[in-house]
């Protein structure tokens, strides 16, 4: 493979006897990001922020155009991307947590299949719950003083990205009655600043811009983060969060709640497929390494920007932005779950909310 | 005290911020784009934002504001010249103008119409701005006050309107705004997923029905055909009477109307979760109500017109408040702005709690930036609108393949399906019929926008209620019958009562002649059948996912009750009375020179074409066709039209980075954009 690109740039060169460029050039072109959601959700906002980056470091500096194809739950834009072949490498699809829940929990809408497509780039992000003063005096580390709390929480649905929270404070033994049918995480605050919700959570940037000045104010009071993942697949504290514990503590510190077997696996699986890899950046099945290669260094190029942290602190926070070999593990494990895990999660959301996928 | 000490400093810091002439310049440039998108019906603010995204990052904030303001502020204003000239509601905010506004363009009075609309939207932005900048710094606690309880109370506020629209038979209303809700619960269910009315094996229906496919296909469609039909101009003889300044008297005679419709849309708009759908409808009632008489409603009465477009600008500016104070979009145009302005600068204006405090000159900059745009963009509307009123003296015939391929475009730029195209005509027959036999349309708009809220936000309440009275009655009771929610419901209670009792002078479709059984009975048969069935569905659904039928079951029970006490007064009384009213009978359309199933069938061939070769070679050869077979139109003018209008298309396209529906043949053969 080296050899032979080296022997096609040595040819090159000889050609046109000028300076080498890379093998993929895309002057004049036109890149197509794919975002299977509408252009007002957090997605958008993600593609958005990285197109022109990308417009820059790729070679020849084509226009990056996001395109919005929502439906189904972005199962409808999953799937048309699943039937895209590698034309000239100008096609991008972006997919989040809410593509990847439908295909673990095998929706029936699904028929795209991840192992075929070629991610390319990951980013990801955390998350922290908070309680109403009244009930937040009663957490101490543990949830034992909430076990016999009643809390309200607006959720935008038990399976998607709010499987999570649901999930694990049922492990905790604490009684949380998810209000339905809200409309992304901001309302689901103002909810609980009406105090009509008595729980709720933000991802990372909504916490910080949203519900931290609540926790200042006194009206809300910090209960946990999910954690974060390190490089060998373990839950730490979040790198953005380090004085709140994660949820692993909470629930080791809480009677009947275990960090390991079934419920944590199925718990873990599905954190990792909607937080620290929530967003995936993929190129269509059977595109050439060498365009793959470009993409990946372009990538690359912008995370090694010199002013990356600071202009991406709203969009990936402190966590890890994954490229290339990077961004293929952090697919793998978004979108890898066991069937004992898988079986766990269906059967407690049929029990519990009568939620069947069939 | 500190409060004025804080805000004062800001507003003057503000004031300097956007008197930059390179500001100016940046606004005046955001208000040209946004009236060039703005005319495009059913593209509005979201496309014209996206266009402009790829631009904002690190641009200077002030100017990144001013360009994207410039842009928002202006299309409720530009989309009132579709929906006074056309008859087809430009967006969500402009569908009260149509009932009155169109009325007035066929009277030939397109140019007093506009006017006054312009006039009553830059007032309506001023009066936002003027209260805005005195009530953000306090707001928060105002609209934290309004919990579920209180929104279901301003959704139902909303639906009571239906009272005053539905028409001489007001079982007929009822009627027509239960079908409306039961069609907007068509898809899967907010809290338990189950799916009305749909399938997964044919996944389009599962996201429900598109307003800007039901506005453009209740009001939009039934009207196209009708012209087309009757072969002539929009404007009665092809003459224009009253001229702008007209309306900008009416505005005047009207102005304290227009004070109170304003005050109507900035509170309704502060309110986040309702979006501006109920706002129009809202004014509209208010301006029926306090209008001694009422005869000339929905046949071009300019209070109409003033009312709901006073409140619609207006909105946007209470729409700030949600989007400003909380980081919680109003609307999807807000959403794209909020993550927008993350984009600006070096990306430290956070949009939410902090931006008060941290940034207070940057929301007063937005605030008066709207009420310039507003400005600018309502004087250069009302300079162009005498120009543009000419369009309602040109024989229909030459309009309508051009409305068919905009309202086509914008119906498939909602989902970017074919069948967004299929669901247009769908909705459009049953605007058609709802029209032809008088059953109101509003009424059924109004019941299908309202949907989704009353059952989102009584399904919440209820679940919040039962918690609250688990704890204790007290707590329960002072959570559903707050202060506000009393209010509300005394203000319903009356506007109901009033309503009824006025319904029988406003004829939204006009005079309608009453004619023979038949036609009347089959089309209430039909609409019977689908109740019965959407029932049945809805019964299906399994008892622990209650929330996903009850709504549905209780809507369709009303619904079902008043179709057949319809049904029984059909059977029952004589021939010629007023609940078999039927246009076909008399009027414009019994005379008219064509029939109604082979103007339709124009419409169909354009989809049929379009689902074999695309939409962009479809077009080309319809437009043909149609002006030279139906126009008859000679070969260089068809030719000439056709290439104009498909220039005009891929031009917008290419703009917005828009795609056209691609058919059988693209799927076999790679083409080209815009063919493909």
Same mark, same amino acid.
């Given at each position: 493979m080296t050899i032979k690109r080296l022997a096609t740039s040595v040819a090159a060169i000889a050609l046109m006897a000028g300076p080498a460029l890379a093998e993929v050039d895309f002057s004049g072109k036109t890149i197509e990001w794919v975002i299977?959601?509408?252009?007002?959700?957090g997605s958008a906002k993600w593609a958005n922020f990285f197109a022109p980056l990308l417009s820059e470091e790729l070679p020849g500096n084509p226009t990056v155009v996001v395109k919005f194809m929502p439906g189904a739950g972005s199962t409808k834009g999953a799937n048309w991307f699943q039937e895209q072949e590698h034309k000239d490498g100008t096609l991008l699809f972006g997919s989040s947590g809410s593509t990847q829940f439908p295909y673990l929990l095998n929706d029936p809408r699904v028929r795209y299949e991840y192992n075929d497509w070629i991610p390319v780039m990951a980013t990801g992000t955390g998350g922290v719950a908070y309680l109403n003063p009244e009930d937040g005096a009663?957490?101490?580390?543990?949830a034992n003083g909430l076990k016999d709390v009643d809390l309200i929480f607006g959720s935008?649905?038990?399976?998607?990205?709010?499987l999570v929270p649901l999930l694990a404070w049922k492990m905790l033994g604490m009684n949380v009655e998810p209000v339905f049918g809200i409309k992304g995480r901001g309302d689901g605050r103002l909810m609980f600043e009406r105090g009509e919700a008595t729980i709720d959570y933000q991802t990372s940037s909504g916490y910080l811009s949203g519900a931290a000045d609540l926790v200042a104010a006194g009206t809300a009071v910090p209960m946990m983060t999910w954690g974060a993942l390190d490089e060998n697949g373990n839950i730490v504290r979040d790198p953005t969060f380090p004085d709140m514990p994660s949820f692993k503590e909470v629930c080791a510190a809480t009677?009947?709640?275990?960090?390991?077997g079934v419920a944590w696996d199925a718990w873990k699986a599905f954190f990792i497929s909607g937080y620290p890899s929530q967003k995936i950046a993929f190129l269509p099945k059977g595109t050439p390494q060498d365009v793959v290669d470009t993409y990946v260094a372009a990538f690359e190029a912008v995370r090694s920007r010199p002013d990356f942290a600071e202009i991406s602190s709203n969009e990936v926070g402190r966590y890890p932005m994954f490229v290339g070999a990077g961004a293929e593990k952090a697919t793998d494990e978004a979108t890898t779950v066991s069937p004992e895990a898988k079986a766990y999660v269906i059967d407690w959301l049929k029990e519990a909310y009568g939620v069947t996928i069939e | 005290m500190d409060l004025f000490a804080t805000a004062l400093p800001a507003l003057a810091d503000a004031w300097a911020l956007i008197l930059q002439p390179v500001v100016l310049g940046y606004l005046v440039l955001g208000v040209v784009m946004g009236l060039a998108v703005g005319v495009?019906?059913?593209?509005?603010g979201i496309a014209g934002l996206s266009l402009l995204l790829p631009f904002m990052?690190?641009?200077?904030p002030v100017l990144g504001l001013a360009l994207m303001i410039g842009m928002v502020a202006v299309v409720p204003t530009s989309d009132t010249f579709s929906s006074v000239?056309?008859?087809?509601?430009?967006?969500s905010a402009s569908q009260a103008t149509v009932l009155d506004g169109f009325p007035l363009a066929r009277k030939g009075q397109a140019a007093r119409a506009l006017s006054a609309a312009f006039t009553a939207s830059l007032f309506g932005g001023l009066v936002g701005a003027l209260f805005l900048t005195l009530f953000i710094v306090v707001a928060r606690p105002l609209v934290l006050a309004f919990g579920l309880p209180e929104m279901l109370m301003i959704s139902i506020l909303g639906l009571s309107m239906v009272a005053v629209l539905a028409g001489r038979v007001a079982l007929k209303g009822l009627a027509a705004a239960g079908l409306g809700m039961l069609i907007g619960t068509?898809?899967?269910?907010?809290?338990?997923g189950s799916l009305r009315m749909a399938s997964y094996d044919f996944p389009y229906l599962t996201d429900g029905l598109q307003l800007v496919i039901v506005g453009l296909g209740i009001f939009a469609v039934p009207e196209i055909v009708s012209l087309l039909r009757q072969?002539?101009?929009?404007a009665k003889d092809a003459t224009l009477g009253a001229g702008w300044m007209d309306g900008v008297r009416d505005w005047f005679a009207n102005k304290w109307l227009s004070v109170r419709c304003s005050l109507i849309g900035v509170l309704v708009g502060? +309110? %986040? =979760?309702?979006?501006?759908?109920v706002v129009d409808w809202i004014a509209y009632g208010h301006a029926v109500q306090t209008?001694?008489?009422?005869?000339?409603f929905g046949k071009g009465e300019i209070r109409g017109v003033i009312g709901p477009e006073s409140s619609n600008n207006a909105k946007e500016g209470g729409g700030l408040v949600p989007t400003l104070?909380?980081? +919680? %979009? =109003?609307s999807g145009s807000m959403a794209i702005f909020i993550g927008a302005i993350a984009l600006l600068?070096?990306?430290?204006?956070?949009?939410?709690?902090?931006m008060l405090r941290d940034n207070l000159d940057i929301t007063y900059s937005i605030v008066w930036l709207l009420a310039l745009a507003n400005v600018v963009g309502t004087l250069l509307c009302i300079g162009v609108s005498g120009g543009i009123?000419?369009?309602?003296?040109?024989?229909f015939t030459y309009l309508a393949p051009f409305l068919f391929m905009l309202i086509a475009f914008a119906a498939f730029q909602s989902?970017?399906?074919f069948e967004d195209i299929l669901a247009l005509f769908a909705i459009g027959l049953i605007g058609i019929f709802l029209r032809r036999f008088d059953w109101s349309r509003p009424a059924f708009l109004i019941g299908f926008v309202l949907s989704n809220p009353v059952e989102k936000f009584s399904n919440q309440a209820f679940q919040i209620a039962s918690f609250r009275f688990r704890k204790s009655f007290e707590e329960g009771m002072e959570y559903i019958f707050s202060p506000i929610v009393i209010v509300l419901l005394i203000v319903t209670v009356i506007s109901v009562v009033l309503g009824l009792r006025q319904a029988k002078s406003i004829m939204a479709e006009g005079e309608v002649q009453s004619g023979s059984k038949r036609a009347p009975i089959v089309f209430l048969l039909v609409i019977l059948a689908y109740v019965v069935t959407a029932l049945l569905n809805a019964n299906a659904?399994?008892?622990?996912?209650?929330t996903d039928k009850i709504v549905p079951l209780v809507i369709g029970g009303i619904t079902l009750a008043a179709l057949l006490i319809l049904l029984a007064q059909m059977i029952l009384r004589p021939e010629g009375?007023?609940?078999?009213?039927?246009?076909?009978?008399?009027?414009e359309d019994a005379d008219a020179p064509y029939g109604l199933w082979g103007t339709l069938a124009w419409f169909a061939g354009l989809i049929a074409a379009t689902y074999v070769l695309g939409f962009v070679l479809a077009l080309a050869g319809f437009l043909t066709t149609f002006l030279r077979?139906?126009?008859?139109?000679?070969w260089p003018k068809t030719l000439a039209l056709t290439a104009a209008v498909i220039a005009l298309m891929c031009v917008m396209g290419g703009a917005l980075n828009r795609d056209f529906p691609p058919g059988l043949l693209q799927d076999a053969v790679d083409l080209p954009w815009p063919l493909k």
């Amino acid at each position: 493979m080296t050899i032979k690109r080296l022997a096609t740039s040595v040819a090159a060169i000889a050609l046109m006897a000028g300076p080498a460029l890379a093998e993929v050039d895309f002057s004049g072109k036109t890149i197509e990001w794919v975002i299977p959601f509408s252009e007002t959700g957090g997605s958008a906002k993600w593609a958005n922020f990285f197109a022109p980056l990308l417009s820059e470091e790729l070679p020849g500096n084509p226009t990056v155009v996001v395109k919005f194809m929502p439906g189904a739950g972005s199962t409808k834009g999953a799937n048309w991307f699943q039937e895209q072949e590698h034309k000239d490498g100008t096609l991008l699809f972006g997919s989040s947590g809410s593509t990847q829940f439908p295909y673990l929990l095998n929706d029936p809408r699904v028929r795209y299949e991840y192992n075929d497509w070629i991610p390319v780039m990951a980013t990801g992000t955390g998350g922290v719950a908070y309680l109403n003063p009244e009930d937040g005096a009663k957490f101490d580390g543990s949830a034992n003083g909430l076990k016999d709390v009643d809390l309200i929480f607006g959720s935008q649905g038990a399976t998607g990205l709010d499987l999570v929270p649901l999930l694990a404070w049922k492990m905790l033994g604490m009684n949380v009655e998810p209000v339905f049918g809200i409309k992304g995480r901001g309302d689901g605050r103002l909810m609980f600043e009406r105090g009509e919700a008595t729980i709720d959570y933000q991802t990372s940037s909504g916490y910080l811009s949203g519900a931290a000045d609540l926790v200042a104010a006194g009206t809300a009071v910090p209960m946990m983060t999910w954690g974060a993942l390190d490089e060998n697949g373990n839950i730490v504290r979040d790198p953005t969060f380090p004085d709140m514990p994660s949820f692993k503590e909470v629930c080791a510190a809480t009677d009947g709640c275990e960090t390991e077997g079934v419920a944590w696996d199925a718990w873990k699986a599905f954190f990792i497929s909607g937080y620290p890899s929530q967003k995936i950046a993929f190129l269509p099945k059977g595109t050439p390494q060498d365009v793959v290669d470009t993409y990946v260094a372009a990538f690359e190029a912008v995370r090694s920007r010199p002013d990356f942290a600071e202009i991406s602190s709203n969009e990936v926070g402190r966590y890890p932005m994954f490229v290339g070999a990077g961004a293929e593990k952090a697919t793998d494990e978004a979108t890898t779950v066991s069937p004992e895990a898988k079986a766990y999660v269906i059967d407690w959301l049929k029990e519990a909310y009568g939620v069947t996928i069939e | 005290m500190d409060l004025f000490a804080t805000a004062l400093p800001a507003l003057a810091d503000a004031w300097a911020l956007i008197l930059q002439p390179v500001v100016l310049g940046y606004l005046v440039l955001g208000v040209v784009m946004g009236l060039a998108v703005g005319v495009f019906p059913g593209l509005g603010g979201i496309a014209g934002l996206s266009l402009l995204l790829p631009f904002m990052f690190g641009m200077e904030p002030v100017l990144g504001l001013a360009l994207m303001i410039g842009m928002v502020a202006v299309v409720p204003t530009s989309d009132t010249f579709s929906s006074v000239l056309m008859g087809i509601p430009g967006s969500s905010a402009s569908q009260a103008t149509v009932l009155d506004g169109f009325p007035l363009a066929r009277k030939g009075q397109a140019a007093r119409a506009l006017s006054a609309a312009f006039t009553a939207s830059l007032f309506g932005g001023l009066v936002g701005a003027l209260f805005l900048t005195l009530f953000i710094v306090v707001a928060r606690p105002l609209v934290l006050a309004f919990g579920l309880p209180e929104m279901l109370m301003i959704s139902i506020l909303g639906l009571s309107m239906v009272a005053v629209l539905a028409g001489r038979v007001a079982l007929k209303g009822l009627a027509a705004a239960g079908l409306g809700m039961l069609i907007g619960t068509i898809g899967v269910a907010d809290a338990g997923g189950s799916l009305r009315m749909a399938s997964y094996d044919f996944p389009y229906l599962t996201d429900g029905l598109q307003l800007v496919i039901v506005g453009l296909g209740i009001f939009a469609v039934p009207e196209i055909v009708s012209l087309l039909r009757q072969d002539r101009s929009i404007a009665k003889d092809a003459t224009l009477g009253a001229g702008w300044m007209d309306g900008v008297r009416d505005w005047f005679a009207n102005k304290w109307l227009s004070v109170r419709c304003s005050l109507i849309g900035v509170l309704v708009g502060v +309110i %986040p =979760g309702l979006g501006g759908s109920v706002v129009d409808w809202i004014a509209y009632g208010h301006a029926v109500q306090t209008t001694k008489d009422k005869s000339q409603f929905g046949k071009g009465e300019i209070r109409g017109v003033i009312g709901p477009e006073s409140s619609n600008n207006a909105k946007e500016g209470g729409g700030l408040v949600p989007t400003l104070l909380f980081g +919680i %979009p =109003g609307s999807g145009s807000m959403a794209i702005f909020i993550g927008a302005i993350a984009l600006l600068g070096s990306g430290d204006i956070e949009v939410g709690p902090a931006m008060l405090r941290d940034n207070l000159d940057i929301t007063y900059s937005i605030v008066w930036l709207l009420a310039l745009a507003n400005v600018v963009g309502t004087l250069l509307c009302i300079g162009v609108s005498g120009g543009i009123a000419k369009l309602t003296t040109i024989r229909f015939t030459y309009l309508a393949p051009f409305l068919f391929m905009l309202i086509a475009f914008a119906a498939f730029q909602s989902g970017q399906n074919f069948e967004d195209i299929l669901a247009l005509f769908a909705i459009g027959l049953i605007g058609i019929f709802l029209r032809r036999f008088d059953w109101s349309r509003p009424a059924f708009l109004i019941g299908f926008v309202l949907s989704n809220p009353v059952e989102k936000f009584s399904n919440q309440a209820f679940q919040i209620a039962s918690f609250r009275f688990r704890k204790s009655f007290e707590e329960g009771m002072e959570y559903i019958f707050s202060p506000i929610v009393i209010v509300l419901l005394i203000v319903t209670v009356i506007s109901v009562v009033l309503g009824l009792r006025q319904a029988k002078s406003i004829m939204a479709e006009g005079e309608v002649q009453s004619g023979s059984k038949r036609a009347p009975i089959v089309f209430l048969l039909v609409i019977l059948a689908y109740v019965v069935t959407a029932l049945l569905n809805a019964n299906a659904i399994p008892d622990y996912n209650l929330t996903d039928k009850i709504v549905p079951l209780v809507i369709g029970g009303i619904t079902l009750a008043a179709l057949l006490i319809l049904l029984a007064q059909m059977i029952l009384r004589p021939e010629g009375d007023t609940i078999f009213a039927d246009k076909e009978m008399a009027g414009e359309d019994a005379d008219a020179p064509y029939g109604l199933w082979g103007t339709l069938a124009w419409f169909a061939g354009l989809i049929a074409a379009t689902y074999v070769l695309g939409f962009v070679l479809a077009l080309a050869g319809f437009l043909t066709t149609f002006l030279r077979v139906r126009a008859q139109a000679t070969w260089p003018k068809t030719l000439a039209l056709t290439a104009a209008v498909i220039a005009l298309m891929c031009v917008m396209g290419g703009a917005l980075n828009r795609d056209f529906p691609p058919g059988l043949l693209q799927d076999a053969v790679d083409l080209p954009w815009p063919l493909k």
